[in-house]
Each structure stands twice: as structure tokens, then as C-alpha cells.
């Protein structure tokens, strides 16, 4: 499984913009295969700051999920909407309970 959490942090005047792309993200990517969980979330103190949380079930499936049109299309226009560059924090199930 690939869990990860992507924080994305837009220029001031691209806010909107950016509001109405990334709100196609979630639907596009839910319809992928090995999509198991694809959130957006935005930070209510800064409107300039988003965080995507993305669970995929192979390595594979997410690979593909990358090189998908719509995240080509985000990722050249980079230097148009970002305020500064992606944060991609990979992440791993951490369970508490203690092993027996």
C-alpha cells in the first residue's frame, strides 16, 4: 500500500484558481484503479494552503496515478500557481498496540 500526504501551498492570487483544479482531483482520482482513499483538505487559517491525503493500493497504481493527464497538466504549471514547491510526505500504518 502508498499512503501519502501532499501539502500544496498557492500564490495569493491564484487561491480561486486553484480551489476550482484542485476540486476536480478528488472525483478523477477515486475512478482510478487501486484508488483507495483520495481527499482534499484546506487549511481554514490560510487559504493558501491545501493538503491532499491519497491511499493507493499497489506501488504500480500509483505510478499510474501519476503520470495521469490532469496531474501533468498541474504539475506544468508549477511556477504559475505555487507560492513554493510540494511537500510529498510518504507515510506508513503505525500501530500502538503492543505485539504479542
Known amino acids: 500500500m502508498v499512503i501519502l500526504a501532499v501539502k500544496i501551498k ?3 492570487d491564484k ?3 486553484a480551489e476550482k483544479f484542485f476540486s476536480l482531483f478528488p472525483q478523477r482520482a477515486q475512478s482510478e484503479k487501486g ?3 483520495y481527499e482534499l483538505f484546506r487549511v481554514p ?3 493558501q494552503l491545501f493538503y491532499f491525503f491519497e491511499k493507493w493500493a499497489t506501488q ?3 505510478n499510474e496515478h501519476s503520470s495521469q ?5 498541474f504539475a506544468s504549471r508549477y511556477s504559475e500557481i505555487l507560492e513554493c514547491p510540494n511537500e ?3 507515510l506508513e500504518n503505525f500501530n ?4 504479542v
Not at 69 to 73: G, S
Not at 96 to 99: A, F, G, I, S, T
Request: glycine share 0%; with cysteine.
Open 10 to 12: 498557492v500564490k495569493a
Open 15 to 17: 487561491v480561486l484558481e
Open 35 to 37: 484508488c483507495l482513499q
Open 45 to 47: 487559517t490560510d487559504s
Open 60 to 62: 504500480e497504481e500509483f
Open 69 to 73: 493527464p490532469y496531474l501533468k497538466e
Open 88 to 90: 510529498v510526505l510518504f
Open 96 to 99: 500502538l498496540e503492543p505485539k
